[in-house]
């Protein structure tokens, strides 16, 4: 199994910083890594899918980078309305396919 | 906008079967996309428990695939959970959502519903 190792587990941060989340996969997963965005008491949404690509609607101060085993999730500048946990989640395309979810970060304004 | 909804029993005993309903509205499941099931413990993680496909084709979270059975009514446009032999672990907010089978992702979720294992 692909394990997936997301980091920090908790971050603080002020209105307007640069705030980055890494997720690292135990092997190769090429680009097949999403990230979300979960709000207290509320489904997960989808922010970013192949690793860089934003998904239709998603502000633009987040991004996404990275291939293989390394990936790292971007806010530009803090929001109040980030605050959140954030997951990423890897596809394994072994038969047959399998999904796993990063432990996530939970963000917070300092 | 496609739009899912789970329903079932808040309470399951130990031992017993978790059964739950995702109701798909704004989609025809027969149209195509995989559907699936996710669970996310009190204050934890989330976890794929498996996913399946209109015609009936379905895969599994290894870790969870000895007591997990995903069917599909497309008649309904509906498709289901069941869990056996649960325990305390079991516990869990049960989140369905649409899966992109060719981007791997899942793209439209329910809001969740919370299963308590308790006697």
């Known amino acids: 199994d692909i394990q997936m190792t997301q980091s920090p587990s908790s971050l603080s941060a002020s209105v307007g910083d640069r705030v980055t989340i890494t997720c690292q996969a135990s092997q190769d997963i090429s680009n097949y890594l999403n990230w979300y965005q979960q709000k207290p008491g509320k489904a997960p949404k989808l922010l970013i899918y192949?690793?860089?690509n934003l998904e239709t609607g998603v502000p633009s101060r987040f991004s996404g980078s990275g291939s293989g085993t390394d990936f790292t999730f971007t806010i530009s500048s803090l929001q109040p309305e980030d605050i959140a946990t954030y997951y990423c989640q890897q596809y394994d395309n072994l038969p047959p396919p399998m999904y796993t979810f990063g432990q996530g970060t939970k963000l917070e304004i300092k | 906008q496609v739009q899912l909804q789970e329903s079932g029993p808040g309470l399951v005993k130990p031992s017993e079967t978790l059964s739950l309903t995702c109701a798909v509205s704004g989609y025809s499941i027969s149209s195509g996309y995989y559907w699936g099931w996710i669970r996310q413990p009190p204050g934890k993680g989330l976890e794929w428990i498996g996913s399946?496909?209109?015609?009936?084709?379905?895969y599994y979270n290894p870790s969870l695939k000895s007591r997990v059975t995903i069917s599909v009514d497309t008649s309904k446009n509906q498709f289901s959970l069941k869990l056996s032999s649960v325990t305390a672990a079991d516990t869990a907010v049960y989140y369905c959502?649409?899966?992109?089978?060719?981007?791997?992702?899942?793209?439209?979720w329910g809001q969740g519903t919370l299963v308590t294992v308790s006697s």
């Open positions: 192949d690793a860089s």
């Open positions: 399946i496909y209109h015609s009936g084709s379905t």
């Open positions: 959502a649409r899966l992109s089978q060719w981007l791997h992702l899942f793209d439209y």
